[in-house]
């Protein structure tokens, strides 16, 4: 069980900035390697309740340049993690980057399946004030009942996550 506490907070404009601080670090390092910088995940979606913690997906052409892509971030301090047993999405962590938001950093091809499940739910989102709604409630009451276990906060909130993705045509 992760005993790290959870922390939903309503949305601050704040994320944008946030995003677009840790976008330029990156883009200084491999922007001739990428094909896109995305805010991905509940910070991208004005208005909706989140996690204070930046999503971003670097996309790829495909991995061909993936070794130099993961050499290049190395160089400003990230570990390469693998996939961490999600297909199409590699996830990278961090030590000590105390000038920018808690963020994830994830490197998908433009053909990620993944990377198409990020893009459409978070478009769906920007563009359905209702399901933001619901999914603002029930991720703050999952973080008020679970507030240690990130796995029961994660099941409590899977059936709107399902709703959604029923609704954008991801399932």
Same mark, same amino acid.
């Given at each position: ?15 944008i900035?946030?995003f677009?601080k ?12 990428i094909? =896109? ?5 509940s910070?991208?979606v004005r ?12 996309v ?6 993936f ?10 301090g990230?570990?390469?993690? =693998?996939?961490l047993?999600?297909? =199409? ?21 433009a ?17 359905h ?5 619901k ?11 679970y ?25």
């Amino acid at each position: 069980m992760n005993t790290k506490n959870i922390v939903v907070l309503p949305y601050d404009e704040k994320w944008i900035d946030d995003f677009i601080k840790i976008k330029a670090e990156l883009e200084e390092i491999i922007s001739d390697l990428i094909i =896109g910088v995305e805010h991905v995940g509940s910070t991208s979606v004005r208005g909706l309740s989140a996690k204070p913690i930046i999503d971003i997906d670097l996309v790829i052409k495909d991995y061909s340049i993936f070794d130099e892509v993961v050499r290049r971030l190395a160089s400003i301090g990230y570990i390469y993690e =693998g996939n961490l047993g999600i297909e =199409g999405r590699e996830a990278f962590r961090y030590d000590n980057k105390p000038h920018l938001q808690e963020h994830h950093v994830y490197v998908c091809s433009a053909q990620s399946r993944e990377l198409h499940r990020h893009i459409t739910f978070r478009n769906y989102l920007r563009t359905h004030p209702e399901a933001v709604e619901k999914y603002s409630k029930i991720k703050l009451e999952a973080a008020k009942l679970y507030p240690n276990d990130i796995e029961k906060y994660l099941e409590h909130k899977s059936s709107v996550i399902g709703e959604i993705y029923k609704q954008c045509g991801l399932i």
